[in-house]
């Protein structure tokens, strides 16, 4: 049997990605220990890598799940499944209709918070480990990431905003990793709250003046490198200091590092939600 936290290392998802999948789509029901943890057995872990093959096809998530969940590992005969490169793949060709079409089939194959928490992750994680290995080059991992951050930025002006009291998105000095961080912003906005988004890599002094200027009361960054920490911590600190204080959460795989300010949930449409209900409740 194996822990959800070695699931996750021998699929490439997080373990908050393995958890959505169960909830949302059932993909797996693992077993409980005796103490309440998840188990998984052999036959689950391999359902688990189908899917990640599959979605890594360019099939959306609902469909991969429903393929798996019916054919199990078997769905080698499977019947009009588009046949899709991967993100990848599409990177590799250097085609940038080849590289719209994976990004709109993705988004089109389920609601944009089904996307973002599942397949989004999945494969900015393989083009970061194609880039590490040497198969991609620098430029194919900005002309994917580019294209996957304009997608984003379409649905982030299509949604709206609202009128409530403004919340900042960004990310502290250094910061450049924004795609999950946008990715975010678009969840809030689609839930009402009105996300004002600011970007990679802004200075606490510009995070203080546009918070006097918006009149924002919340803040977000997004923290995920050693080297960003310091300058998150100067961005929460003075950002409570401001009267009335600015309350901040963060998100991104350093969070807990950051001391005074609430971690938010590793995937981001549960950790909007959150949020939106908290500011809803006066309580943010
Ligand atoms: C695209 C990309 C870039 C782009 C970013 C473009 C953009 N506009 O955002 C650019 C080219 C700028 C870039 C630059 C660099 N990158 Co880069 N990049 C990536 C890549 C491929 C995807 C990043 C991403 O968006 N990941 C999103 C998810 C998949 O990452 P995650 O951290 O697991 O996040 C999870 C949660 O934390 C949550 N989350 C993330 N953010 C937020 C925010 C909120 C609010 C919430 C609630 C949740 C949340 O969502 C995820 C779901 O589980 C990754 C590969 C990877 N494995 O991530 C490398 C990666 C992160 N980069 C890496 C490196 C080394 C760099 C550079 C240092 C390279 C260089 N030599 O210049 C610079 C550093 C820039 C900087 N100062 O920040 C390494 C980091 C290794 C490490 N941990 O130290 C990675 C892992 C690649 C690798 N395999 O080596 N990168």
Not at 26 to 54: F, T
Not at 66 to 91: I, K, N, Q, S
Not at 187 to 213: K, Q, S, T
Request: proline share 4%; hydrophobic share 45%.
């Amino acid at each position: 049997m194996y822990t959800v936290k070695q699931v996750s290392s021998l699929t490439g998802v997080s373990e908050a990605t393995l958890r959505v999948w169960e909830r949302r789509y059932k993909v797996v029901e693992p077993s409980r220990s005796s103490s309440g943890y998840r188990q998984y057995d052999d036959e689950q872990v391999a359902v688990l890598r189908a899917m990640v093959a599959l979605m890594s096809s360019g099939v959306p998530a609902s469909t991969a799940a429903e393929t798996v969940r019916t054919t199990g590992t078997d769905w080698t005969g499977r019947d009009g499944m588009p046949e899709l490169p991967t993100l990848v793949e599409a990177a590799i060709t250097a085609d940038p209709q080849e590289l719209d079409a994976v990004l709109t089939t993705a988004f089109a194959g389920d609601s944009f918070e089904a996307v973002v928490d599942a397949w989004l992750p999945v494969a900015l994680r393989q083009l970061g480990e194609a880039w590490e290995a040497g198969a991609i080059s620098v430029a194919q991992e900005h002309f994917a990431s580019f294209a996957v951050l304009r997608h984003l930025a379409t649905q982030f002006e299509m949604a709206d905003p609202g009128d409530g009291v403004p919340v900042l998105v960004g990310l502290a000095q250094g910061g450049r990793h924004e795609l999950m961080l946008l990715a975010f912003a678009v969840c809030l906005r689609r839930r009402g709250v009105n996300a004002i988004y600011l970007g990679a890599d802004v200075p606490v002094e510009d995070w203080e003046g546009m918070a006097l200027l918006a009149g924002a009361r919340a803040a977000v960054i997004g923290v995920h490198l050693g080297d960003e920490v310091e300058a998150a911590q100067n961005v929460v600190d003075r950002l409570s200091a401001l009267r009335p204080p600015v309350t901040v959460r963060v998100g991104g795989s350093l969070r807990h590092e950051i001391q005074r300010a609430r971690p938010l949930e590793d995937a981001v449409s549960s950790a909007a939600g959150s949020l939106a209900r908290e500011l809803r409740a006066g309580a943010a």
